[in-house]
């Protein structure tokens, strides 16, 4: 057990989707070296209940001959790849062969989904429903490689969930979005299942006190089945046998109308961001989006003369990357906060597949906390030593993960700093600002082969998830 | 192990060391590429007045097929420093094992065979078109010569064929060729060039050839070549982004032959199933086909779609069959094929994703030792296109006719067995996109790899002819009452 610094507090391993019940500040002023024992018992405790019980897991058990956990090391094997997520046959999505589907699934959940109803359903949409009454809380990935991965969260994790989310924000902007709501900007889709954007439902919504007071650029969201068959439909398009593929023409019709909506995207976000600038002139508000978003209005509201003002104890909170924008001014974060007028911005660093975000500290390191185990593995797989400074593709364990195995190797290649020397105060594992895809490519990129295994492009994703949701 | 490599432009009968303009490239490997700047080397490169192919042109047919078949004499591995650089530079910067890569440079001198090269030209564009204007039998006012043009190559590199053939049918046209070395095998056309300039540098043949080493995707060099004033015609191999880039110059005057990547497939009949030695004959035949060159061509099976039903006792044959396959590829002579040098993680990782899912695939083997992903249900694995390694998907369908779904332009060869289905699919197949239908019956390896192999010379390749297509077909249309006798015009 830890060997435990603080005297007034040391993380239990019962529950550690307590730890935060306090606020996110006494776990900040604890060393991970000091609490990796406990997180190492929660682990232990979750590989037990777990491989028995999630049957891809249990497989991957087997396959790797894992029989206990009692190191790190020890569970490194039994990382999910994001493939993992998505392993189930697209063809199940095409023919919307529900049973099928849900019995991929559930495979990946203690849940019994084997009990679900699942008469009537005719979309992927109406079974992410579905699956939501029964008390899922399914999340899919912006599919722009083709194909949606399915993350099984469920109602379980909701409240320790919703506790990590809320205090990120907390440490990454100061507000407590429980006490304190505000008029919320969002310029992307509204509800849905995707992870980035049921999060925004679930726990944004309320921040901003209701519904009515979460303004977005679109009031719909792309339905996961256009998501999910936009390459499929785009092949059987070319052929001219979009309609053999059986699909409800409300979803055709969908689909027509978000191309179309993407097209119009830049001048729709302008256009939107200088509406509410007049609306909510004078008043608070917290602006989310991603950076992209955020650069591209500033530009063309610079060119414009329309500049914004807000009252003071506005905010921005943005995340998401600079995937897919090119040319970003340097010191872009200046550049927008100046543009709006808003001195506070807030960061938190997090992925789909890892329950807790981690926020940016005044040093503008993402500060990882302790319900997440971080690993950084080398080009060639080999766990980095967690010591020093080490870049690496990072893997985790989010101990929130109940009902899923909550290993994970993600493709982000970070810098995590071990030493907890950061000048903010704050003590954890720290990741440094520049976050990247971790890249297979080596050397020269116009290496030429015959032979056509390149990944399919797809124009129609490539148009519609444009910048519109940070993955 | 060196690290640096010089690369020289071959400039038409000249050898440009890379000196003080020389420029570095990181190639693939850990290798370093030091070549001349190709932006200072343009005019070396292309062919600015057309009139300058005179020479080649006055060239008779056969003095240049004794020119190459004398080069070819000294295209052995053993004896030519140039081919020893150029193989233990393919050897790092490719995909091929040691022993296929030195089969496949040993094969080299074949390429240069003199009755090969003939029957080749003859059958194709035809010796005389080359060498003089043939009239019409029907109109012989009019006369129809195939005359030599400038041409633009981005070869591929997967396998060093790509730069000889390159040549072969550079010199056989009568056409001056500039070709762009790929990264994956950046310097066989400059050996095999650095060889025939020993011969004799001032060979008409050796005036129209330039090689050299540029970045893809380089602006300035594509915006410098590409021009119908430089290039007449451009054949570009591989992947998208070579010629996505190309397309951005390319006008009116400049004719493309894109030879798109391509994605090959084998069918195999429910005859396999029925007994062990069909059993064991199919998949010998499609570990032939799938793990020849480890995989790396694109003549290479990746899907195999076999004639059955789903039923667990169907499956169980499937993935019987599939063991086979993995075993069968285990015992191919290892100048065709062997265990990959490393595993290719991103593959690996989809093998081990979808083997957790009993109920969708079944997976054995793995992308060092080759491997098979069965799918249980009639559909291919939705990683189909990076198949690679010797890793292949087998899928069952119940009526092989529904594999034409799956056929387009990119599917270049399919592997039939047994027999019997070649009638039964053949012009469905060949009007999906199909572009060539090959046997794997016998299960001899070596056997079945040279049935896949021998052709006749001149065969269409892609489903195009790019002998025929690299040529100028002119015609001269001369007064009705000038017409020339056929026996004058023949001479």
Known sequence: MADVSQETFALSPEQPGNWLDDGYERLFQLSWRDYQDVQLAVLKRRFEELSTSVAALEKLVKREGVTSVNSFEDALPLLFDHRVYKSYPLSLIEKRDFPKLTGWLNRLTTHDLGAMDLAGLTTIEEWLDRLDAFGMLIGHSTGTTGKLSFLPRSGTERRSWQMAYQEAS?????????????????????????????????FDVPAAGGPEHFHTLYPTHVPADLSSLAGRMQSAEDRGELAKLGLDPALLKAREE???????????????????????????????????DLIRTARSGIEKGLKPEFAPGSFISTGGGMKGFKDAPEDWEGYIKDYFGIEKLGMVYGMSEGMPNHPRCSQKNFHILPQTIPFLFDRDMKLLPREGVQTGRLAIFDLLAETYWGGFISGDQVTIDWEENCGCGWKGPTVGPVISRFAEMEGGDDKISCAGTAQAYNDFMDFVSQGLAPS | MTNTYRIPIIARGRIIEPGEDVVEYQGRGGATFLTPDPHKHVHDLVLGNPVLLQDLQQTPTRDIIDFLAEAGKRLHIDDNPYLQESFALALRAGGLAEPILRGVYEDLPLLFDPDAMFAQIDSTIGVDYLDGWVPSPTGPHCRVRAVGTRQLHITAGNVPVVAALTIV????????????????????????????????????????????????????????????????????????????????????????????????MSVIGKEALESEAAMDEAATGLAVIAGFYNQTACVNTRLVYVESETDDASLDKLAELGRKVVAAFQRLPETLSTPAKAANADLEAELEAVALEDDFYTVEGNTVTGGVVVSRFPDRVDFYDQLNNRVVNIVPVADLLDVVKWCDDTTQTVGIYPERLRDHLLDAFALAGVQRLVPLQGGDPMQIYRDIHAMPPGMPHDGIEPLRRNVRWVIDHRPLTEAVPLSIAAE
């Open chain 1, 258 to 292: 978000m191309i179309a909506q993407a097209k119009r995207r830049d001048q729709d976000v302008e256009a939107w961001f200088f509406k509410l600038f007049e609306q909510f002139r004078g008043k608070r508000v917290k602006i989310g989006g991603t950076f992209s």
């Open chain 2, 169 to 264: 049918r550079g010199a056989l046209t009568k056409s001056d060729i500039l070709i762009k070395s790929p990264s994956n095998d950046p310097l066989t056309a400059n050996a095999i060039m650095r060889t025939l300039l020993e011969l004799d540098a001032g060979h008409p043949v050796c005036k129209h050839i330039a090689v050299a080493y540029w970045k893809g995707g380089d602006e300035f060099m594509d915006s410098q070549i590409v021009r119908t004033s430089r290039i007449d015609k451009i054949t570009a191999w591989g992947g998208m982004s070579s010629v996505k880039h190309i397309q951005k110059f390319l006008t009116p005057g400049i004719d493309l032959t894109a030879l798109n990547p391509k994605f090959s």
């Open chain 1, 170 to 202: 907390r440490a990454a902007t100061g507000i407590d979005s429980r006490s304190d709501t505000v008029e919320t900007f969002f310029p992307g889709y509204r509800g849905g299942h995707h992870m980035m954007l049921k999060m925004l439902w679930l």
